[in-house]
Nanobody
Framework: QVQLVESGGGLVQAGGSLRLSCAAS????????MGWFRQAPGKEREFVSGISSGGAFTYYGDSVKGRFTISRDNAKNTVYLEMNSLKPEDTAVYYC?????????????????WGQGTQVTVSS
């Protein structure tokens, strides 16, 4: 069984930065691609970013390109999301997940083993 624990969320002013972490246990972490999604109140879960198993390939949703950076440390079984130039519309619960099937990184259905989420709130 895989367990994912997100951390690093919080309250930040617009233009600020946060770094989210997702620690994984219970599975060979380095073999799987990972992704970050977010969900704001009343909205569907949205793809934020994805990273291949070795970290060589990264993918971003259009709304965060140029502002967010995903990375991973397989020795620590952890994936990170560096978020800069934050905007109020980035406010959401952020989730990490393990990509278990082929297909687009933005495909919600390609993921399993979701974490509990971490709240990010950006004030204007």
């Amino acid at each position: 069984q895989v367990q994912l624990v997100e951390s690093g969320g919080g309250l930040v002013q617009a233009g600020g930065s946060l770094r989210l972490s997702c620690a994984a246990s219970g599975r060979t972490f380095s073999r799987n691609s990972m992704g970050w999604f977010r969900q704001a109140p009343g909205k569907e879960r949205e793809f934020v970013s994805g990273i291949s198993s070795g970290g060589a390939f990264t993918y971003y949703g259009d709304s965060v390109k140029g502002r967010f950076t995903i990375s991973r440390d397989n020795a620590k079984n952890t994936v990170y999301l560096e978020m800069n130039s934050l905007k109020p519309e980035d406010t959401a619960v952020y989730y990490c997940a393990v990509k278990i099937s082929v297909g687009a990184y933005s495909d919600y259905g390609a993921y399993a083993y979701w974490g509990q989420g971490t709240q990010v709130t950006v004030s204007s």
